[in-house]
């Protein structure tokens, strides 16, 4: 038998099938975990390599009458 329901549309007029919503509501939040997992990871690997050097410079104070 035929489907006889229409597709979803967006705002935008395109089609969506609705079968792929749910997949991708379930799916989004394991690409933001990677992505947060991602940068975590090169925000490791990267850090710590050019050692902290203080920041002192001469300062001419005014006279003190």
């Known amino acids: 038998m035929a489907?006889?329901?229409?597709?979803?549309?967006l705002r935008q007029g395109l089609t969506v099938d609705?079968?792929?919503?749910?997949?991708?509501?379930?799916?989004?939040p394991v690409f933001v975990?990677?992505?947060v997992a991602g940068l975590l990871m090169l925000a490791w690997a990267e850090g710590g390599e050019s050692p902290l050097r203080p920041i002192a410079e001469a300062v001419q104070l005014p006279e003190q009458p």
């Open 3 to 9: 489907n006889l329901r229409s597709p979803h549309r």
């Open 33 to 35: 975990a990677l992505g």
């Open 18 to 28: 609705p079968a792929e919503s749910p997949r991708l509501r379930r799916r989004w």
